[in-house]
T-cell receptor, first 114, second 110 residues
Framework: EAQVTQNPRYLITVTGKKLTVTCSQN?????MSWYRQDPGLGLRQIYY???????DKGDVPEGYKVSRKEKRNFPLILESPSPNQTSLYFC?????????????FGPGTRLTVT | RKEVEQDPGPFNVPEGATVAFNCTYS??????FFWYRQDCRKEPKLLMS???SGNEDGRFTAQLNRASQYISLLIRDSKLSDSATYLC???????????FGAGTRLAVHP
């Protein structure tokens, strides 16, 4: 089954404790992206990657890191989480070019930073 | 001004009603357009692409007006299962990037 998986689905942590949210896709997609979703603001892109070892900042990259060592995986790292990073996070993947708009999303990770 | 703007709603309609949502975008170089559907606390899913000539998929019709820089989604014969948030999505012209609107919430009641 074609899918994007994220782990964990729910996470409560404390300020400053490093965490990683994993994302994996099995569709051989070149493009992968991380978004955060906050009420009234919609989905905002954090980072994206167009292929292995190619990553770039989205609209709200501060406080986040990513890596793309393998095509299927695109982990999101919060080195020192803060309460303003409490949000719903989605990973997504797609082919490039005209298929970019056909994004497949993971189920989401609800993060709370206290 | 936001790059993609939508009326947040909610639109409360009875079953069987016809409802339309509009979405405006600010970047005239935008090249492709989409509607996504998002159920409460779930991931967004592609509903349909929006083509220049307009397109229809069953009860759903999408239209693009480049001159006025808006896209629309029309839902005919609304079902209870259509209750969701509808996200307008625009491919920022020349960039490998999608801009998401904040969404319009639709509630269909019996």
């Amino acid at each position: 089954e074609a899918q994007v998986t994220q782990n964990p689905r729910y996470l409560i942590t404390v300020t400053g404790k490093k965490l990683t949210v994993t994302c994996s896709q099995n569709m051989n997609h070149e493009y992968m992206s991380w978004y955060r979703q906050d009420p009234g603001l919609g989905l905002r892109q954090i980072y994206y990657s167009m292929n292995v070892e190619v990553t770039d900042k989205g609209d709200v990259p501060e406080g986040y890191k990513v890596s793309r060592k393998e095509k299927r995986n695109f982990p999101l790292i919060l080195e020192s989480p803060s309460p303003n990073q409490t949000s719903l996070y989605f990973c997504a993947s797609s082919l490039l070019g005209t298929s970019l708009g056909e994004q497949y999303f993971g189920p989401g990770t609800r993060l709370t930073v206290t | 001004r936001k790059e993609v703007e939508q009326d947040p709603g909610p639109f409360n309609v009875p079953e069987g009603a016809t409802v339309a949502f509009n979405c405006t975008y600010s970047n005239s170089a935008s090249q492709s357009f989409f509607w996504y559907r998002q159920d409460c606390r779930k991931e967004p899913k592609l509903l349909m692409s929006v083509y220049s000539s307009g397109n229809e998929d069953g009860r759903f019709t999408a239209q693009l007006n480049r001159a006025s820089q808006y896209i629309s989604l029309l839902i005919r014969d609304s079902k209870l299962s259509d209750s969701a948030t509808y996200l307008c999505v625009v491919n920022a012209g020349g960039y490998n990037k999608l801009i998401f609107g904040a969404g319009t919430r639709l509630a269909v009641h019996p």
